[in-house]
């Protein structure tokens, strides 16, 4: 007992949480790199056309606008590879990631928050979304910023704010240029008439800011109404519509597609999640638990029905579901010993192992997956690590088509589309479509990768 009141005084269970954060830094770096340099360490085909578009991005490219202006200024500047193309969604997942911490520990205690998000983190595809060069972390970061707005406003003692009011109204207006989130914005604006809260902030700012306010959203939105009155077909793209629904789609794949490693959730999620649907339910009347049931209906709706994907939209209610769970858990397992005066102790051990066992496991699975699943990791292409570590990087490159050559002109290698009529083939590099296009051609060298399938990349003459 004098052993464990020792421990209690030291100054290691005094600065418990800045270590805590010390080594999520360290371990939020660790990974980083391994996302880049060993698993996936690749981009998949949907990241590569994203790329490619690139080349010929204009102002008259709304959605998802300021993203891909800032991934086009990276590349021009730095050039293409694989740390270039991750680093800015990275960077925008490690800023939702602050700010969902940031939200939690208004409703929980810190130590709930800190596991509820490293076990969500590593349990579900949220790593995989960071990483993707796709504008997903930026819709997350857009999801976190707006909830984090809403949780100062529901904790707010200062009812009337008008900056913060006309954030908010900007952060909607950037929020229309980026797809899937209008649906989120939806079950948001619901969620302020049924919140006493939110709602009572929006009655409280005077007039002349809500003009002022809304002055300011209609400029930002106008461009992307003009388009739509222009080509009506960019709404279709805006708002994610796709012909499948949940009958002859992969969305319960999504959910429940454990034994070949693609579901959202491994199953250790998956049950916390459930605790915390359970004990959200449990106590509906209360004002977040109606909130949170409210956006996943939404989101599960327009997932099923609409956009035909549970990948991205579901993100904020489950990770919600999930802080409701943990946070159950614990109190539960204190409840069960009233009167023993370790009881917190023994369920902040408790909590430490539930997230060191879900968080590891779940990391293996993930990387190994990527790494030597065949059927996940041939979906990774590693051209560009293949290439700029050779010493063929600084040759004339040979492309067979245009997506090839928008690709790899960000890569400041000499670049060409390939042509019956070449005649000089020395010294040069082609792909492999350039090379199969290329059929009286020998060449006296090959780059090769590790996957087995697909394995000849680049062809020397």
């Known amino acids: 007992m004098n052993s464990l009141k020792t421990f209690f005084k030291s100054s290691f269970y005094k600065n418990r949480f800045v270590i805590s954060y010390i080594l999520a830094g360290i371990v939020l770096v660790n990974i980083a790199y391994l996302l880049i340099y060993f698993a996936p360490a690749g981009l998949t085909s949907s990241e590569i056309q994203e790329i490619s578009k690139l080349q010929n991005f204009s102002f008259s490219n709304l959605i998802n606008f300021p993203y891909f202006l800032m991934q086009k200024t990276i590349f021009n500047i730095f050039?293409?590879?694989?740390?270039?193309?991750?680093?800015?969604?990275?960077?925008?997942?490690?800023?939702?990631?602050?700010?969902?911490?940031?939200?939690?520990?208004?409703?929980?205690?810190?130590?709930?928050?800190?596991?509820?998000?490293?076990?969500?983190?590593?349990?579900?595809?949220?790593?995989?979304?960071?990483?993707?060069?796709?504008?997903?972390?930026?819709?997350?970061?857009?999801?976190?910023?707006?909830?984090?707005?809403?949780?100062?406003?529901?904790?707010?003692?200062?009812?009337?704010?008008?900056?913060?009011?006309?954030?908010?109204?900007?952060?909607?207006?950037?929020?229309?240029?980026?797809?899937?989130?209008?649906?989120?914005?939806?079950?948001?604006?619901?969620?302020?008439?049924?919140?006493?809260?939110?709602?009572?902030?929006?009655?409280?700012?005077?007039?002349?800011?809500?003009?002022?306010?809304?002055?300011?959203?209609?400029?930002?939105?106008?461009?992307?109404?003009?388009?739509?009155?222009k080509e009506p077909d960019l709404i279709k793209s805006f708002l994610s519509i796709t012909q499948n629904t949940l009958r002859d789609s992969s969305v319960v794949h999504q959910l429940f597609n454990f034994y070949e490693g693609k579901a959202i959730f491994n199953i250790g999620l998956l049950f916390i999640i459930i605790i915390g649907l359970y004990s959200a339910m449990r106590k509906i009347h209360a004002i977040h638990n109606l909130s949170t049931i409210t956006i996943l209906i939404i989101n599960l709706l327009v997932g099923i029905f609409i956009i035909n994907d549970l990948t991205s939209i579901l993100i904020l209610p489950s990770l919600l579901l999930t802080l409701f769970g943990i946070n159950w858990i614990i109190k539960y397992w204190i409840d069960l010993f009233p009167f023993n005066p370790y009881a917190k102790f023994i369920s902040s051990v408790f909590l430490l192992l539930i997230t060191a066992i879900l968080s590891i496991s779940s990391a293996q699975i993930l990387f190994l997956n990527n790494k030597y699943n065949p059927e996940i990791a041939l979906n990774y292409n590693q051209d560009i690590n293949i290439l700029l570590n050779s010493k063929y990087k600084n040759k004339t490159l040979i492309v067979g088509d245009k997506t090839e050559l928008n690709f790899y002109k960000f890569t400041k290698t000499k670049v060409k589309l390939y042509n019956k009529k070449m005649k000089n083939t020395e010294n040069i590099v082609f792909t492999k479509k350039a090379f199969e296009k290329s059929h009286k051609l020998t060449p006296k060298a090959v780059l090769v990768n590790s996957k087995t399938d697909n394995f000849i990349r680049f062809y020397i003459y």
């Open 79 to 229: 050039g293409l590879t694989l740390l270039t193309a991750k680093i800015l969604p990275m960077t925008f997942g490690l800023l939702s990631l602050i700010l969902f911490y940031l939200s939690f520990i208004k409703y929980v205690k810190k130590k709930v928050a800190l596991a509820s998000l490293t076990i969500f983190t590593f349990s579900s595809n949220l790593l995989l979304i960071i990483q993707n060069t796709t504008p997903m972390s930026y819709i997350l970061f857009l999801q976190a910023l707006l909830f984090y707005l809403i949780t100062t406003i529901t904790l707010s003692k200062k009812e009337k704010n008008n900056l913060l009011f006309i954030i908010i109204t900007l952060l909607i207006g950037i929020s229309f240029y980026s797809s899937n989130l209008f649906y989120l914005l939806i079950a948001v604006n619901i969620v302020s008439i049924i919140h006493p809260k939110v709602r009572l902030f929006f009655k409280k700012i005077n007039i002349k800011t809500k003009i002022f306010a809304s002055i300011c959203f209609t400029i930002i939105i106008a461009p992307l109404i003009y388009n739509f009155i």
